[in-house]
């Protein structure tokens, strides 16, 4: 309606009023002055301080973290060199083992080589020396048995032919 | 459905309508204007309550009454009523229990009477000086480990809204300066607002005279930081726009007057949005008793008076918000001016 309109305007709503000036100003001064020293200033430098409180933590948090994980790269490499250095031991005991044995064998058959070759010589030698024997035996033998012959037989020369020839006989048996 | 829906307002509306002249739903003669304007005038203890005494009410609003030359007709207009809800005035009126009448002074010819308005100023003040000042001892026992709890938690995170999202954000570098004078007049416009809402009280941010002063405020602030970042050389620079010469003549006036339209505009917003919104719950409720019925005050303005009462709790806070963000906006193009048009000599002397 109209002559609502005109009420709000006459109503003195835009009136002004030095003493509500004067009051607010007086007023918001005096709470601003106040609140400066015993709210606002505890209030941002308390604010400030956990803010850098958790800016320092979130830094902390970060470091931590950089070193956990720097130490547990240190410890992977460490791991790793540890199974290489292993390994390496390993084959290299294999390789040791491997040569001592190989050495070992060698020496063995060498060794058994020698031995068996000085078994053969010896035997060898045996022999030689048991065909001398029989050989001297035999030819005792046989003087007797030819002293014998003749003594009892025939003449000497006909003897010694047959002496001969059973000696000769006896040497290509012999080998 | 929507046909539905329409036959069920009009069911509900015509009754309403039809009641307008009759006597079933009105309380009040024809013609007996004493006994029609109390009931307009219970409106002051409850809307529902149509059976306030004749003698208080008429004592209630003979002064208001006298002033608007209204007495002569012998029936209140509702448009009074409200007025006198919104305006200042010397006494504070209890309705159904009393009313206090508070003094008149005068000091060298000016009025400086403690009126309405300037008791709610002080019961904001005192209650804000409270509640700070117990958060600020909260803060200062406060060390960097402890959560925070209880009140100084609720002041703790505006305060750091008011910090990060106003006062950085606009000003930047150096916010720190100004963060007394943000934070005092955030909460103090947010308190006033608020007590504004509480019944028998009244709205101090709803007159002009507290806005304009808390503006002027403002605008002291932001020329005095101008003066102080800029230099008066950078001052006088900074109101030619940087233009030629030849348009100083036009520019000037024009950035002169801008100066004072930004707190112009903060004193219009703040007092036109504290005012609407009881001039609208105001009108809500008047509206019942100029059509005379029930059904209007339970199905329209009482519903209506409480989702704007709603409203109001919301703007209460949004026009504090609105108006230290604005002066921390104008202190802020005040100051550091460096990316405007003027920008080239501050940016020269290292200013950013």
């Known amino acids: 309606m109209l002559t609502s309109g005109i009420i709000l305007l006459e109503g003195g709503l835009l009136n002004p009023n030095p003493g509500l000036i004067f009051w607010t100003a007086l007023t918001f001064l005096i709470v601003l002055i106040i609140l400066r020293k015993t709210a606002w200033g505890p209030i941002v430098s308390m604010l400030e301080e956990r803010a850098k409180g958790i800016q320092s933590a979130i830094d902390r948090a970060h470091t931590a973290k950089d ?44 060794e058994s080589r020698k031995m068996i ?31 014998k012959i003749i003594r009892t037989t025939l003449d000497a020369e006909k003897q010694k032919a047959v002496v001969n020839d059973m000696i000769k006989e006896m040497a290509s048996s012999r080998n | 459905m929507r046909k539905k829906a329409i036959s069920r307002i009009l069911a509900l509306v015509v009754p309403v309508l039809l009641s307008l002249n009759s006597q079933a739903f009105a309380t009040s003669v024809q013609g ?56 200042d005035s010397h006494t504070f009126v209890f309705e159904p229990f009393g009313e206090v009448h508070l003094p008149h002074l005068e000091i060298a010819g000016f ?38 709890k209880g009140v100084a938690n ?19 570098h150096g916010y720190e300066r100004f963060m007394p004078y943000l ?69 000037v006036p024009i950035e002169v007057l801008g100066q004072f339209t930004k707190p112009f505009a903060l004193t219009i917003r703040l007092f036109a949005n504290m005012t609407a919104g009881h001039i609208i719950i105001l009108s809500l409720f008047f509206i019942s008793f ?15 008076a409480i989702f704007i009462y709603l409203l109001e709790l919301f703007v209460a806070f949004l026009q504090a918000y609105v108006f230290t963000m604005l002066s921390a906006l104008f202190i802020g193009l005040a100051t550091a001016h460096s990316d405007g048009h003027d920008g080239h000599e501050l940016e020269a002397s290292g200013h950013h």
């Open chain 1, 67 to 110: 070193e956990a994980e720097a130490i547990l790269k240190k410890n992977r490499e460490t791991l790793a060199m540890a199974d290489a250095e292993a390994d390496k031991i390993i084959r290299e005991a294999k390789e040791v083992a491997d040569k001592v044995r190989n050495e070992l064998t060698e020496k063995a058959q060498e």
């Open chain 1, 117 to 147: 070759a000085s078994a053969k010589d010896e035997i060898e030698q045996e022999k030689r020396r048991a065909l001398d024997v029989l050989r001297n035996e035999v030819a005792d033998m046989a003087v007797k048995g030819a002293e």
């Open chain 2, 32 to 87: 007996e204007s004493p006994v029609t304007g109390s009931a307009v005038e219970a409106i002051h203890a409850a809307p529902s309550t149509v059976a306030a005494p004749a003698a208080e009410a008429a004592a209630g609003h003979a002064e208001v009454a006298a002033a608007h030359g209204e007495a002569a007709h012998g029936e209140e207009k509702p448009g009074d009523l409200i007025m006198h809800h919104i305006l």
């Open chain 2, 111 to 148: 009025d400086i009477s403690i009126t309405k308005h300037v008791v709610m100023l002080w019961i904001a003040a005192i209650l804000l000086i409270i509640i700070a000042s117990a958060a600020g001892a909260a803060a200062k026992k406060m060390s960097a480990k402890d959560a925070p």
């Open chain 2, 154 to 172: 609720l002041l703790e995170s505006l305060v750091d809204f008011i910090a990060n999202d106003v006062a950085r954000p606009n000003i930047g």
């Open chain 2, 183 to 251: 934070l005092s007049v955030f909460f103090f416009i947010l308190l006033c607002n608020l007590l504004g809402l509480i019944p028998y009280s009244a709205t101090a941010t709803g007159n002009i005279n507290v806005t304009l002063t808390l503006s002027i405020f403002t605008f002291i602030v932001t020329q005095f930081s101008a003066f102080k970042a800029q230099g008066v050389k950078g001052y006088l620079q900074h109101l030619t726009a940087g233009t030629h010469w030849a348009l100083w003549i036009i520019m």
């Open chain 2, 290 to 304: 100029i059509l005379k019925s029930y059904i209007v005050a339970v199905a329209v303005s009482i519903p209506f």
